[in-house]
């Protein structure tokens, strides 16, 4: 099914005729129309295009409405205050608008795909090898999973990338150590879970790093194989591997526990660019774009000055010629341009990597590789508070495991839906999956519904609650609509267009009709907090309609199946917003 036409669209178009009829010369200009407690829309372009020829803009209004038709779509438009029009639209305009995005067969409610779709590589959820994932690695990973839904679903193809820390000195220690201790990691993968893989590791590090620091002997054989580390020495590799893949049975339980989907070939590490340092080097020094100082070399910039204020340069190989990550970043967006035909690169990496990053990107535009047709952008987010405004951590003032805190919230949930069980009918099987879902969710949407670029404070006992702006109040809200269509009987969601709708029934529909244009700006301006207020508001309209306006118990039978299809294309929409998202939406709550 093609696209439909939003509402807001079919205004726009009618407003730009009345406007170049009466004024030519504004052929083409924004009408500026906006959602409005007046009436349905208010437009307040028609000041600024009045100022510019000279006109009284309260005439101009008055000239523009006399050219607008009313009838089918447009009920009613009125001149407001110095040349404001109010614009209230026809009921059944709103009712056959929302009936075709409900006749959508392909499950996309009308939502068109973007105008110009390119390749994005999304590089998100980057945990390091042979360490446990804690609460600083969930934005990342959250955010980045609902901007890869997000531009999917817009119709973008996005490559993945988990840029895993899986490089560097520590591994010669561990090699070292587990090539010394042959069978400290002897088990097969399917006999392990997740939290025993990195239980092992754990204890393999703390038992190498102890080692290390106390024979010196034991440290000079440690960094002896670094250097067959990156040298690609066979055995040495082997022994690599092994971390690697005890580490991704660990973060494959993780990430399933935070119902995201991440696949082994998505994970391209650090490691995934060895084998172009040494050629990215080369062509930044050849280019002139990096040059030698001291032995290392370095790109410098003359805005980014040091505390004394000293040029700041990247380093993108030591003096000892050891390359940095700044070596491995730039050869990945080699990679990402030139091998996946990336148009964009979209880096979720917290805020307090954006000096790094603004190196990066800018030695790579000056290399060429970045240009006028490819972009590379830092979605940077902030840190997850406590509840007292500090960084999170336990009560040891240790950092807190991201698997615990997930446990955590799926047992504070599930105590929530317990509660109410009985009275919907829940099987204990289905408390234990919805517990799951609501308490994942509400971590989730705490996250997705604060800017990214904001800190914000991690508090369970606010995130599981049903009221206020919470994941668990959305999905109440989509149960409580699938409750009322399970006991509607023979009663069936209709379109009646014939009907006057009723003041919570519009802003109902006129905030569905926003659904499709509110996701393709979430995705293009890469803005998950802007999908989740729209929901919140949806939700919040349901509840007002809900007070105003019996739907089983309404006036006639046509208004019953008026009301089942509002309610139930309000539940289609809660139900995909939501999987934009990442959250699930349980049928019984």
């Not at 009723?502 to 996701?519: C, I, K, M, N």
């Amino acid at each position: 099914m093609a696209s439909v036409t939003s509402l807001s669209d079919s205004v726009q178009q009618h407003l730009a005729s009345a406007l170049s009829a009466a004024l030519p010369e504004a052929a083409g200009a924004d009408p500026l129309l906006r959602r409005s407690d007046r009436a349905d829309y208010q437009a307040n372009g028609i000041l600024a295009l009045a100022k510019k020829a000279k006109a009284n803009p309260r005439e101009l209004a008055t000239q523009v409405v006399s050219g607008i038709v009313t009838g089918e779509v447009i009920a009613d438009v009125e001149v407001s205050g110095p040349g404001f029009l109010n614009i209230t639209l026809a009921d059944k305009a709103i009712t056959e608008n929302l009936a075709a995005r409900y006749a959508d067969d392909t499950g996309r409610l009308g939502v068109p795909f973007a105008a110009h779709p390119g390749t994005t590589v999304i590089d998100y959820a980057q945990p390091n090898v042979a360490k446990e994932m804690h609460v600083g690695h969930l934005r990342s990973a959250v955010i980045g999973d609902a901007m890869v839904r997000l531009l999917e679903f817009t119709g973008e193809n996005v490559v993945r990338r988990h840029h895993i820390g899986d490089w560097g000195t520590q591994f010669g220690m561990l090699i070292q150590y587990l090539d010394e201790h042959p069978h400290e990691l002897d088990h097969k993968e399917s006999e392990v879970s997740g939290e025993e893989a990195m239980s092992n590791l754990d204890r393999l590090y703390k038992t190498a790093r102890k080692l290390f620091d106390s024979d010196e002997e034991f440290k000079t054989r440690a960094r002896r194989r670094v250097v067959d580390l990156q040298a690609g020495d066979e055995k040495t590799l082997a022994i690599w591997q092994k971390f690697v893949d005890e580490s991704k049975i660990y973060f494959f339980s993780v990430f399933d526990k935070l119902d995201m989907e991440v696949r082994d070939p998505d994970i391209v590490g650090e490691s995934g660019y060895n084998d172009m340092l040494a050629e990215t080097c080369r062509l930044l020094e050849e280019s002139g774009v990096a040059v030698r100082s001291e032995g290392a070399l370095c790109v410098f910039f003359d805005d980014i000055k040091g505390p004394e204020g000293n040029p700041v340069p990247l380093i993108v190989q030591k003096s000892d010629g050891g390359y940095g990550y700044a070596a491995t970043d730039l050869s990945a967006i080699r990679d990402r341009v030139f091998n996946l035909k990336a148009s964009t690169l979209l880096y979720v990496v917290d805020a307090r990597q954006a000096l790094h990053f603004r190196m990066v990107f800018e030695t790579a535009r000056r290399a060429g590789w970045l240009n006028d047709d490819v972009s590379a952008v830092q979605l940077a987010f902030g840190t997850v508070l406590g509840k007292d405004g500090k960084p999170f951590k336990t009560r040891e003032g240790e950092t807190v495991k991201l698997e615990n805190l997930l446990d955590e919230a799926v047992e504070r949930a599930t105590a929530v839906v317990r509660e109410k069980a009985e009275k919907v009918g829940l099987t204990e099987d289905e408390i234990v999956e919805n517990g799951r879902y609501v308490g994942v969710g509400a971590v989730k949407y705490a996250d997705l519904s604060t800017s990214a670029v904001r800190d914000y404070k991690f508090d369970l006992d606010q995130m599981v609650s049903l009221n206020g702006d919470t994941s668990v109040y959305l999905q109440y809200a989509y149960a409580r609509i699938r409750s009322i269509l399970r006991k509607a009987g023979e009663a069936r969601p209709v379109a009646h267009p014939e009907l006057e709708l009723a003041p919570a029934e519009r802003a109902l529909g006129l905030h569905l009709d926003q659904f499709a244009e509110t996701v393709l700006e979430v995705a293009a301006a890469r803005e998950p907090h802007k999908m989740a207020a729209y929901l919140y508001q949806l939700a919040s309209l349901l509840t007002s309609f809900y007070d105003q306006c019996p739907v089983l118990k309404a006036d006639s039978p046509a208004q019953v199946e008026n009301r089942l299809f509002l309610v139930d294309l309000t539940a289609r929409t809660l139900h995909q917003g939501m999987a934009l998202l990442g959250i699930r939406t349980p049928d019984k709550l």
